[in-house]
């Protein structure tokens, strides 16, 4: 099976996707009792485009050749992604309640040697887009029209060997590459912008030759026309963009904490946010 709105179900809504997404995060949270639940609830909605609208894979065959590379460089991420890819039907959601388990094949941090469809083992964070810039020449060297999508995260734009896979980038001039940064505000110690992350981003990779783009990643509309501007983008030189997105998106009680990197949930507190949930299903 390969992607396209008609390839993925056009009936089904980018928003029910996303609202899907949400829901096998939560469910995975609620099997450790907590976790990265944060940044899967605020990452869903760029997910959904990703694997809804914008990657050719098929769900069956994840390493087929002719499929777009999804690189995910924040290693503990790990659950968005599985929700993602059970919606996707990459993996079985039967697998979902062994989330973090021993011998799971969805283990809390991504390992490209245990899960079908997991491009990389993430989690030193800064090295997924040195990686994509590889996997993006290879590919171009091979004549392979496929895309390399890598997402990172804001607290990876203060690693240094980041800017030096965005200059290498330019330098071999890799259009088949798509840098997805999800701007969330939060590191493990604080806010974002209280450390390195202190001027506007989309001009500063501007600067550096990129094509730049920044949207509100909780916008599905803004999300699905900044993903095509950059597919589409007919320049020779590798493409961003940048998605402001709010942590504990759609759970109201959890994005009002003011910690929300690692969000420890109380056991009552998980029928809550899914009920909160249910009660916004989309069509």
Not at 31 to 45: H, K, M, R, S, T
Request: proline share 4%.
């Amino acid at each position: 099976m390969t992607t396209g709105a008609a390839k993925h179900g056009s009936n089904v809504s980018l928003a029910r996707r996303a609202w899907a997404i949400r829901r096998n995060a939560l469910r995975m949270g609620e099997v450790q009792g907590q976790g990265y639940i944060g940044q899967a609830l605020g990452v869903a909605d760029v997910l959904a485009v990703s694997y809804f609208h914008a990657l050719t894979y098929r769900a069956d065959e994840p390493e087929w050749e002719g499929r777009d590379r999804f690189l995910l460089s924040i290693g503990h991420y790990a659950i968005a992604l599985y929700a993602a890819m059970i919606e996707a039907g990459i993996l079985p959601e039967d697998e979902l309640e062994t989330y973090g388990m021993d011998d799971s094949r969805m283990p809390m941090s991504g390992m490209a040697a245990y899960t079908p469809g997991m491009e990389i083992t993430g989690g030193s964070l800064g090295h997924g887009l040195g990686i994509a810039v590889g996997m993006a020449l290879g590919l171009k060297r091979k004549q392979n029209p496929a895309f390399v999508y890598n997402m990172l995260s804001d607290g990876e734009l203060g690693e240094g060997s980041t800017w030096e896979a965005v200059m290498s980038a330019v330098q071999w001039k890799l259009d088949n590459l798509i840098a997805i940064v999800d701007f969330n505000n939060q590191q493990a110690d604080g806010p974002t912008r209280a450390a390195l992350a202190q001027v506007p981003e989309a001009a500063k990779w501007q600067a550096f030759g990129w094509h730049a783009q920044e949207v509100d990643g909780n916008d599905l509309d803004a999300v699905v026309a900044a993903f095509d501007a950059a597919r589409n983008h007919d320049g020779a030189q590798p493409r961003v963009i940048i998605c402001n997105t709010t942590m504990c998106k759609g759970i109201p009680f959890l994005e009002s904490r003011e910690i929300t990197h690692f969000v420890r949930v109380e056991p009552e507190e998980w029928a809550k946010a899914l009920e909160i949930l249910d009660g916004e299903k989309p069509q």
